[in-house]
């Protein structure tokens, strides 16, 4: 069996390319992938050639972990029927190319326990219940409280703002220094972090991915206060001892979502408490992938970038 999928054959060399498939066990399903996103985290560490050493990591590879689609073959053991629309966060399911992480497909060959019934109505949106859940993730490591700063106004900085009311957290604080992710109407109050005098946050969670941030963080820490990270870093970490240590800083990290937090998020979905309204801003054909991962990594308007596969056969 063969399919198309988004291709990294080097460093900013991306292609739709053939690629063969791996055929189905008795516990596989095989999903007609209807839509995927493209993160502007990880995947764009993998565009750049940025990505630190990785299990798994290699090129060419299939990059991608937000897939939504049909299921249109089941195994015999699978619990699963044709038809339903789920979620996939990733696959392993290519001969001779590496999945890192392997979702950015036409078609995927998952363990049945992988691909997630999600709701209909959800459509391209289903795409951010890995971020919604990277978020929820993040929210909620043993032994830390809610946070109430979030630094970060992307789409994970958002998810996560909203997840915290969600939970029933008090309304958290999101710095933002880029005025164009200012804009809107939000529910929490989006401003610049030099318009921020308080210095005594409980929980901080950074979703900026900015290896020179943990001193403005530390400096921003009520005593015995967490700083959970929550983005990734492409460089080594540092940070000022002698402010820490007065603080008696924690430092937290998240690492990638789990089953429960996808379960978490998808109920909260169904409740009406998380919406996933007004986060995608492109929507793209697949077979216009190479300009719309550029278009994706180049900051401005986009904010979401997510790939349109029906189209193709």
């Known amino acids: 069996m063969h399919t198309l999928a988004v291709v990294l054959d080097a460093p900013e060399r991306i292609a739709l390319s053939e690629v063969a498939l791996t055929p189905p066990t008795l516990n596989d399903v095989v999903v007609d992938v209807e839509w995927t996103g493209i993160s502007t985290g990880t995947e764009k560490l993998l565009w750049s050639g940025a990505m630190p050493p990785f299990p ?87 032994e830390t409280q809610l946070p109430d700063l979030i630094v970060g106004h992307g789409v994970l900085g958002r998810l996560a703002a909203r997840l915290v009311l969600a939970l029933g957290g008090n309304t958290p604080t999101v710095w933002e220094n880029d005025s164009a992710r200012r804009s809107g109407t939000h529910a929490y109050p989006v401003i610049d972090s030099s318009e921020d005098q ?23 820490l009520a005593r015995h206060g967490d700083i959970i990270l929550a983005g990734f870093y492409e460089s080594a970490l540092s940070f000022n001892f002698p402010p820490a240590f007065m603080r ?38 697949a077979r216009e992938a190479p300009d719309a991962y550029r278009t994706a990594f180049s900051g401005g308007t986009c904010l979401k970038m997510v790939l349109d596969w029906r189209t193709l056969q």
């Open 56 to 142: 798994g990591m290699g090129y060419p590879l299939v990059p991608g972990y937000e897939s939504v689609g049909r299921i249109v073959e089941t195994g015999p053991d699978a619990n699963h029927r044709r038809g339903e629309r789920v979620f996939v966060g990733g696959a392993r399911c290519y001969d001779q190319v590496h999945a890192l992480f392997g979702g950015a497909s036409r078609r995927l060959v998952v363990p049945a326990e992988k691909a997630i019934a999600i709701d209909e109505t959800l459509g391209e949106r289903g795409v951010l219940i890995a971020l919604a859940a990277t978020a929820h993730h993040a929210l909620t490591l043993p």
């Open 198 to 220: 308080r210095r005594d946050y409980k929980t901080i969670l950074d979703m900026s991915g900015s290896p020179a941030i943990l001193d403005t963080l530390v400096a921003r």
């Open 248 to 285: 008696e800083a924690k430092f937290r990290i998240a690492a990638e979502f789990q089953r429960a937090d996808i379960d978490a998020v998808c109920a909260l979905i169904a409740k009406g408490k998380l919406s996933l309204d007004g986060l995608i801003t492109h929507l793209r054909d």
